[in-house]
């Protein structure tokens, strides 16, 4: 009768664990999708509500409380168990989109959306910790392709989801689409998620919590506002620099003395950890770089639509999807791991050279074909660097391992954004200048990305001088991203295979032994 009960019990967990992952990637989706929808929407709500002035504090409150929120939400799932952490912050973010779609002014909406991007902080790290949980290192691989292609949906469905729920339906419901998705994953992980509850013995680190929130803030906002609200050397971004310094510093003073420490520093002992960190933040400084810069360059040189610039990404995104599956199922079958950091960022720098050599004449098989080997180069890193990430770590750290690896990516964007658009819009300026005297300049003065609807007003010397402004902007952008992913490359090369825990093919009989839990530095 026992041997019958374990083997039920056996037989249902796959399905279980389907059904979590299920619910767990429609959480993923509704915290990727969001920017994007509402990226699309943002015309329309302004149109309504007013505020142009304050536009970019739509997006910058999300992307404040999403990365702020995020090594917390770890903190707290290690402490008092994943499932609790995980449902309130679905229910935190669905409150807030609630709220965005009902606001009345732009204040609101801003605010609104801060309450979102808390929530959507967690469920990331979430969707990741849960997972660590659920599926042991070695078993995990298979799921990758799952996790990007949740991702590669997102790039390519939101602003496409975004236009469409706009035009029919009216911008609040960019907001309000996210309760049925969000209330389906609630009722999943909450009727079908068994994890054991946890007790802390301490309290929370409020302190680390506090001084790692006011650096996270003060090291997004300099990378938002340096070079487009405010100038670079300015007294506002050094003053914002020297905040996030003395914040981060304070930080880790205090971390080595916290009884139960927000982020606990002993996991940057492990080598592969802070490898995988590194590693993590080039990746999304270069990923969030080419999908800003790729559509801008389709829609200004290639003359694509705004819709059709997003379905040109699928070469590259693609790529991203069935690398990443492959280097999965060897993962699962294997054990092994370690070429793939190596091979990801060698593709990665090919692709950012191969992207930074178009021109105004290079046509669109061939901008789709360097597209691919990028995205090939991201699919071989982007959940390879948090399943070596998790087990690297001891189980009562996964949440701060998913979460410090979530939030260095985060970071990794910042800054890509921040330094590859800043290089971009001095080129632009620089090369219209150049080719269209005081009228070019005058065109880009406001901003260097223009719209196709005031690139068609141009004469046509304008916009000839402003194809190749674009041209020359991208080159130095997508060189950029070249000569930064070497980091990554460098940092691969030092990744040591240690076995992953867990299930897959084994070679001894006999009970599973713990694998180690990383390598000191």
């Given at each position: 009768?026992?041997?019958?009960?374990i083997?039920?019990?056996?037989?249902?967990?796959?399905q279980n664990?389907?059904?979590?992952?299920?619910a767990l990637?429609?959480?993923m989706?509704?915290?990727?999708?969001?920017?994007?929808?509402?990226?699309?929407a943002?015309?329309?709500i302004v149109?309504?509500?007013?505020g142009l002035e304050?536009?970019?504090?739509?997006?910058?409150?999300?992307?404040?409380?999403t990365?702020?929120?995020?090594?917390?939400w770890?903190?707290?799932g290690?402490?008092?168990g994943?499932?609790?952490?995980?449902?309130?912050?679905?229910?935190?973010?669905?409150?807030?989109?609630a709220?965005s779609?009902?606001?009345q002014?732009?204040?609101?909406l801003?605010?609104?959306?801060?309450?979102?991007?808390?929530?959507?902080?967690?469920?990331?790290?979430?969707?990741?910790?849960?997972?660590?949980?659920?599926?042991p290192?070695r078993?995990?691989g298979?799921?990758?392709?799952?996790i990007?292609?949740?991702?590669?949906?997102?790039?390519?469905?939101?602003?496409?989801v975004?236009?469409?729920?706009?035009?029919?339906?009216?911008?609040?419901?960019?907001?309000?689409i996210?309760?049925?998705?969000?209330?389906?994953a609630?009722?999943?992980?909450?009727?079908?998620?068994?994890?054991?509850?946890?007790?802390?013995?301490?309290?929370i680190?409020?302190?680390?919590a506090?001084l790692?929130?006011?650096?996270?803030t003060?090291?997004?906002?300099?990378?938002?506002w340096?070079?487009?609200?405010?100038?670079?050397?300015s007294?506002?971004?050094?003053?914002?620099?020297?905040?996030g310094?003395?914040?981060?510093?304070?930080?880790?003073f205090?971390?080595?003395?916290?009884?139960?420490?927000v982020?606990?520093?002993?996991i940057?002992?492990?080598?592969?950890?802070?490898?995988?960190?590194?590693?993590?933040?080039?990746?999304?400084?270069v990923?969030?770089?080419?999908?800003?810069?790729?559509?801008?360059?389709?829609?200004?040189?290639?003359?694509?639509?705004?819709?059709?610039?997003?379905?040109?990404?699928?070469p590259?995104?693609?790529?991203?999807?069935?690398?990443?599956?492959?280097?999965?199922r060897?993962?699962?079958?294997t054990g092994?791991?370690?070429?793939?950091?190596?091979?990801?960022?060698?593709?990665?720098?090919a692709?950012?050279?191969?992207?930074?050599l178009?021109?105004?004449?290079?046509?669109?098989?061939?901008s789709?074909l360097?597209?691919?080997?990028?995205?090939a180069?991201?699919?071989f890193?982007?959940?390879?660097?948090?399943?070596?990430?998790?087990?690297?770590?001891?189980?009562?750290?996964?949440?701060?391992a998913?979460?410090?690896?979530?939030?260095?990516?985060?970071?990794?964007s910042?800054f890509?954004?921040?330094?590859?658009?800043?290089l971009?819009?001095h080129?632009?300026?620089?090369?219209m200048?150049?080719?269209?005297?005081?009228?070019?300049?005058?065109v880009?003065?406001?901003s260097?990305?223009?719209?196709?609807?005031?690139?068609a007003k141009?004469?046509e010397a304008?916009r000839?001088?402003?194809?190749?402004?674009?041209?020359?902007?991208?080159?130095?952008?997508?060189?950029?991203?070249?000569?930064?992913?070497?980091?990554?490359?460098?940092?691969?090369v030092?990744?040591?295979e240690?076995?992953?825990?867990g299930?897959?093919?084994?070679?001894t009989e006999?009970a599973?032994?713990?694998?180690p839990?990383?390598?000191?530095?």
């Amino acid at each position: 009768m026992a041997d019958a009960g374990i083997k039920d019990k056996t037989e249902k967990k796959p399905q279980n664990v389907r059904v979590v992952l299920l619910a767990l990637m429609i959480a993923m989706m509704l915290a990727m999708l969001d920017n994007m929808i509402v990226g699309t929407a943002m015309p329309t709500i302004v149109g309504e509500l007013g505020g142009l002035e304050h536009l970019s504090w739509v997006v910058t409150s999300y992307t404040l409380a999403t990365a702020a929120s995020t090594p917390i939400w770890g903190k707290l799932g290690d402490m008092y168990g994943r499932k609790g952490a995980f449902l309130t912050s679905i229910a935190i973010f669905l409150a807030g989109s609630a709220l965005s779609g009902m606001a009345q002014d732009m204040g609101q909406l801003i605010g609104f959306r801060a309450v979102q991007g808390l929530g959507a902080g967690g469920l990331m790290v979430g969707v990741m910790a849960i997972i660590g949980d659920l599926v042991p290192p070695r078993e995990r691989g298979k799921y990758q392709g799952l996790i990007a292609g949740v991702m590669a949906l997102a790039m390519i469905g939101g602003p496409l989801v975004g236009g469409t729920i706009t035009d029919h339906w009216g911008w609040r419901w960019a907001f309000y689409i996210n309760l049925p998705l969000g209330a389906v994953a609630l009722a999943a992980v909450g009727a079908v998620l068994h994890l054991p509850k946890k007790a802390a013995k301490t309290r929370i680190d409020y302190l680390g919590a506090g001084l790692l929130t006011i650096g996270i803030t003060a090291i997004v906002l300099v990378t938002t506002w340096g070079g487009t609200e405010y100038a670079w050397t300015s007294a506002r971004i050094m003053e914002l620099t020297g905040i996030g310094v003395a914040a981060l510093v304070g930080f880790l003073f205090w971390e080595t003395k916290a009884a139960e420490p927000v982020m606990p520093l002993h996991i940057f002992r492990s080598r592969n950890f802070t490898l995988m960190s590194v590693i993590g933040f080039i990746t999304g400084f270069v990923m969030f770089g080419a999908v800003l810069f790729l559509p801008l360059y389709q829609q200004s040189v290639q003359g694509a639509s705004a819709t059709n610039s997003g379905l040109l990404l699928l070469p590259m995104l693609g790529a991203m999807l069935v690398v990443s599956m492959i280097a999965g199922r060897v993962t699962t079958n294997t054990g092994r791991y370690r070429l793939f950091p190596i091979a990801g960022s060698a593709l990665m720098i090919a692709g950012l050279y191969l992207l930074s050599l178009m021109d105004t004449d290079t046509s669109r098989l061939t901008s789709g074909l360097y597209m691919a080997v990028l995205g090939a180069g991201m699919g071989f890193l982007m959940q390879i660097t948090m399943l070596v990430a998790q087990n690297s770590v001891e189980l009562k750290d996964m949440g701060v391992a998913s979460s410090s690896t979530t939030l260095f990516r985060t970071l990794g964007s910042s800054f890509g954004v921040a330094i590859m658009g800043a290089l971009f819009n001095h080129r632009v300026q620089d090369v219209m200048t150049e080719r269209a005297g005081a009228l070019g300049s005058q065109v880009t003065q406001q901003s260097a990305q223009l719209d196709a609807a005031s690139l068609a007003k141009l004469p046509e010397a304008a916009r000839d001088a402003y194809q190749h402004a674009v041209s020359s902007g991208t080159h130095g952008a997508f060189l950029l991203g070249a000569i930064v992913a070497v980091v990554a490359l460098a940092a691969s090369v030092f990744v040591k295979e240690v076995p992953l825990k867990g299930a897959g093919p084994q070679k001894t009989e006999g009970a599973e032994t713990p694998a180690p839990v990383g390598e000191a530095v």
